[in-house]
């Protein structure tokens, strides 16, 4: 088929370290997923989501953090994408959130990683869920986003 590509880049030990292609590492973020993390979302529609939430974060559109995304729920903002994190640990702590959602018809999915999450937000710390909102600024690329995370097929 094709070669495997792999780039060089130093470690903060100073030594080369090789990263591995996208397949690759979508593979290994996969694999710490938990039981309930349905409907996830695939590996270019998880790149549009992150897109849109640099995009929000820039706009502060974006409501982060389980207790503000509860009281963002219960006040009644249901126009925007709920994401959540597929690893987070002990699932308990968001395991109430997708049944919030389906009451309240917000479109929801997961995604791999809690720290690709918060990166995303331009955070160094991990992200266990948030939601992000319409704005003009990238209204096209929401849409698109929010209408594929709808299409998604819900766990039975």
Same mark, same amino acid.
């Not at 903060?12 to 979508?26: R, S």
């Not at 018809?105 to 990683?113: E, F, L």
């Not at 704005?135 to 039975?156: A, G, H, T, W």
């Given at each position: 088929? @094709?070669? +495997?590509?792999? =780039? *060089?880049?130093?470690? $903060?030990? @100073?030594? +080369?370290?090789? =990263? *591995?292609?996208?397949? $690759?590492?979508?593979? +290994? ?59 987070v640990s002990p699932i308990d702590v968001i395991s109430h959130i997708p049944v919030l959602c389906e009451e309240n018809q917000i479109p929801y999915c997961y995604v791999p990683s809690k720290t690709d999450l918060g990166a995303a937000c331009g ?34």
């Amino acid at each position: 088929m @094709g070669k +495997e590509k792999k =780039e *060089k880049r130093k470690s $903060e030990g @100073g030594e +080369e370290v090789e =990263e *591995k292609d996208g397949k $690759e590492a979508w593979i +290994e973020k996969t694999k710490y997923l938990s039981p309930i993390s349905k409907p996830l979302a695939p590996r270019k529609l998880t790149k549009r989501l992150y897109k849109v939430i640099r995009k929000a974060q820039s706009k502060k559109n974006i409501v982060s953090g389980i207790k503000f995304v509860q009281k963002s729920i219960r006040k009644g903002d249901h126009n925007g994408i709920m994401i959540l994190a597929g690893d987070v640990s002990p699932i308990d702590v968001i395991s109430h959130i997708p049944v919030l959602c389906e009451e309240n018809q917000i479109p929801y999915c997961y995604v791999p990683s809690k720290t690709d999450l918060g990166a995303a937000c331009g955070n160094r710390r991990s992200m266990s869920l948030l939601i992000v909102k319409p704005n003009k600024d990238y209204e096209e690329l929401f849409e698109e986003c929010k209408s594929e995370v709808e299409n998604l097929p819900m766990p039975v």
